[in-house]
């Protein structure tokens, strides 16, 4: 399928933005938070997703890999289809998303449009259930680093574990990090050393 789009963007309404590629112009659905990082009439390059349905074709485009890998999660759920998960990431950042998924917080979810208590409940649980296969006690990293199980860090790791990261990926970089740093901080500069 199509993994990206780069060119200039020459239109932005809402909820798409039109990138011209090579002389051909492509819609892409995009949430407001991509929205927010797009300027028109500059070079853009958006990571992409195509949704092939029977009656449609439809790219959906997004500024960073965590957008799109948060995405590609929701979507995977019983209930959430492209609109709403588009609907979830403009209301929260991948970020917020991953902390209320760790946090247990199906409340901060109900804010998206089309999203009730109890889908916002099986999002939780389901994004819950796929983490749980990554372990976030005593980590050994490559390189001889271990990060113990103390402060934040765990909860960190499991967060960034909803965004699509391993725990080898990320623990380098956790392990230089304020153990007793706010989870959302660790998650930020994790994120920003990893772009």
Do not use: H, W
Request: proline share 3%; hydrophobic share 45%.
């Amino acid at each position: 399928m199509i993994y990206s789009v780069r060119g200039n963007l020459i239109l932005m309404d809402a909820g798409y933005a039109v990138v011209e590629c090579g002389g051909v112009g492509y819609r892409v659905q995009t949430s407001i938070t991509t929205q927010k990082q797009l300027k028109l009439n500059t070079e853009t390059m958006l990571y992409t997703y195509m949704n092939v349905r029977e009656d449609a074709m439809e790219l959906y485009g997004f500024a960073s890999k965590s957008e799109l890998s948060t995405f590609k999660m929701l979507i995977g759920i019983t209930g959430v289809g492209p609109k709403v998960a588009l609907a979830i990431l403009s209301e929260l950042s991948s970020e917020q998303i991953a902390m209320c998924v760790s946090a247990g917080d199906s409340k901060t979810l109900t804010r998206a449009s089309g999203v009730g208590p109890k889908l916002a409940q099986r999002i939780v649980l389901e994004l819950k259930d796929k983490i749980k296969a990554v372990d976030t006690a005593g980590f050994e990293v490559s390189k001889g680093t271990v990060i113990a199980d103390t402060g934040n860090v765990p909860k960190a790791v499991t967060a960034l574990a909803v965004l699509g990261y391993s725990a080898a990926d990320v623990t380098p970089i956790l392990s230089k990090l304020d153990p007793n740093m706010s989870v959302e901080a660790m998650i930020a500069a994790t994120l920003r050393q990893m772009a």
